[in-house]
T-cell receptor
């Protein structure tokens, strides 16, 4: 596609349920990032994929969070047993190589945990 | 460790005023890149500028200018003659090798209100 695509744009779930957030990066981009933006807060780094290398998972806040990237393209961020504090906008970004390049962001998924 | 600090949480100015957004960074890398992004009310972050650690030349693009000073680890952003359309959250970011890989970290952002 022309830009980074994220789905769903909004997700409302009940506490304790699992959710999956999807990111479709720009075609040809080898680097993919997930960030979390809580209300009125900055961008919190979650995970970074670069090509076929092992992902940098250092930002994942707990073992309830996981992400995968299939075929070097689409990525799914999974949050298990959601908690109210997981409510935030989850942003995906991609770049051509990921090495100090500018990032192209999607519109984000607004997650609300009730 | 890498860190980006944007001490100004919110700034409010009147249209046509000049405004400077501060950014201070910390890194042990000798090669790194600094960025500014804009997040308008619509929500999608947009890239504004990238500078590398070897290029301290200031840059001007229209009403925007950036002042990079390695001596003070700062990369400040100035908007001249601000306009209502400049109202947004502005993020400073840092990218560099960090424990085995490159990743970009962001400051907390500065929310700019430009009033007509």
């Amino acid at each position: 596609g022309a830009g980074v695509s994220q789905s769903p744009s909004n997700k409302v779930t009940e506490k304790g349920k699992d959710v999956e957030l999807r990111c479709d990066p720009i075609s040809g981009h080898t680097a993919l990032y997930w960030y979390r933006q809580s209300l009125g807060q900055g961008l919190e780094f979650l995970i970074y994929f670069q090509g076929n290398s092992a992902p940098d998972k250092s930002g994942l806040p707990s073992d309830r969070f996981s992400a995968e990237r299939t075929g070097g393209s689409v990525s799914t961020l999974t949050i298990q047993r959601t908690q109210q504090e997981d409510s935030a906008v989850y942003l995906c970004a991609s770049s051509f190589t990921g090495v100090n390049e500018k990032l192209f962001f999607g519109s984000g998924t607004q997650l609300s945990v009730l | 460790a890498q860190k980006v600090t944007q001490a100004q949480t919110e700034i409010s100015v009147v249209e046509k005023e000049d405004v400077t957004l501060d950014c201070v960074y910390e890194t042990r890398d000798t090669t790194y890149y600094l960025f500014w992004y804009k997040q308008p009310p619509s929500g999608e972050l947009v890239f504004l500028i990238r500078r590398n650690s070897f290029d301290e030349q200031n840059e001007i693009s229209g009403r925007y200018s950036w002042n990079f000073q390695k001596s003070t680890s700062s990369f400040n952003f100035t908007i001249t003659a601000s306009q209502v359309v400049d109202s947004a959250v502005y993020f400073c970011a840092l990218s560099g090798r960090n424990t085995g890989g490159f990743k970009t970290i962001f400051g907390a952002g500065t929310r700019l209100f430009v009033k007509a």
